[in-house]
C-alpha cells in the first residue's frame, strides 16, 4: 500500500508517493503562487496528486491516504487550517476542500511537524523521543515521541521558534521580542552578517556576496573558513545563539537524538562541532547519557515523507 505526501509550502507544492517504509518513488512540484485564492492552490495540489498516481501507475485502490503538511495551525480532527500566516488562512477547511478533487482519505498537520515524522522515519533509529529543529526563514521544529507526533492538548505544541532567548530583544516577526527565531534563523544570520559587513568594509565577506550575488546564510560561513575575523566573530555569536536555544530543548525533553536542518545544517561538523560542546557544558544534565545531535538528512524530502505518514500514527 501507498501513501500520497503533499508538502504545502509558501513558495513550491511538492508531493510525493511514498511506500509503507518511508520511501519516495516519485515526485513532482509546482510553484505555490500563494497570493491567489486559497481554493485556487488546493486544485493544484490535487492535480499534482493526480499526476503522481498517473506517472507511477499506481492503482488509486492501493492508496491509503493522502497527507499534508501546511503551516499553520490545524484542527487535526476536522482538517481545518485555523490560521496560517505564511499562506494566509483563517478556519479554512483543507481536508474538504481537497476531497472535492480527489476522493481519498486526507490527513493534515503543520509542515514542521511532518519534516520532524519523516526525518524520525527514516533516520530516528526508533527513538522514544526525537527533536527536528528547522533553520531557515523561521526556526520550526517538531517532536515525535514514542514514534508519534508530540501536538500538546490543543495541537499547537512544538513551536521551539518561539522559546524566549533574550528577554525584550529582536523584534520577532510573531509580535514578541526576544524569540530564539530573531537570533537563531537564517534570517537573523543573514542580518548579523550585513551588520559585521558594515562594520568591517575589508571583510572578504563582501567577495563572497559578491560572487553569490546576495548576503546567504553561508557567507559568514564561507568567510570564516578563509581566516576572516569578523566572519569568525559572526559564525562564533551565531553558533552561541543556537546552542543556547537546544540546551533549552535538551533540558526539556531530554531527547535521544536532536536533528538540526535547514541550509545552514549543510555546514557539517564545522558548525555541530562547537554546537555539542556548547551543550555538553551548558546542559543541566552532566552525569547521565546525552543527546546526538546530527544534521538532518532529508532536507526537502522530510516534509513529503512526513505528511505521507501521516495515516501511520
Known sequence: MYNIGIDLGGTNIAAGMVDETGKILIKGSMPTNRERPTDEIVSDMALLAKKLIDDSAIDISSICSVGIGCP???????????????????H???ANKFKEHLDLPVR???????????EYTVNGNNS??????????????GVIMNGKIFHGFNGAASEPGHITLISGGKQCTCGKKGCWEAYASATALISQTEEAMALNKNS????????EGKVSGQTAFEAAKRGDSAAEQ????YIRYLADGIVSIENVFQPEIIAIGGGISKEGDYLLKSV????????????????NIV???????????????????
Open 276 to 291: 555539542r560542546e556548547y551543550t555538553s557544558d551548558n546542559g543541566f544534565n552532566k552525569y547521565m547519557k546525552k543527546t
Open 234 to 237: 559572526v559564525v562564533k555569536n
Open 108 to 118: 493534515i498537520d503543520n509542515d514542521a511537524n511532518c519534516a520532524a515524522l519523516g
Open 128 to 141: 522514544s523521543v526525537f527533536v527536528l529543529i528547522t533553520l531557515g526563514t523561521g526556526v520550526g521544529g
Open 295 to 313: 544534521a538532518a538528512k532529508l532536507f526537502n524530502d522530510a516534509g513529503i515523507i512526513g505528511a505521507a505518514m501521516l495515516s501511520k500514527i
Open 72 to 90: 499553520g495551525t490545524v484542527n487535526l480532527e476536522t482538517g481545518e487550517i485555523i490560521y496560517s500566516n505564511n499562506i494566509p488562512m483563517e
Open 204 to 211: 572578504i565577506m563582501y567577495d563572497i556576496a559578491k560572487c
Open 92 to 94: 479554512y477547511q483543507m
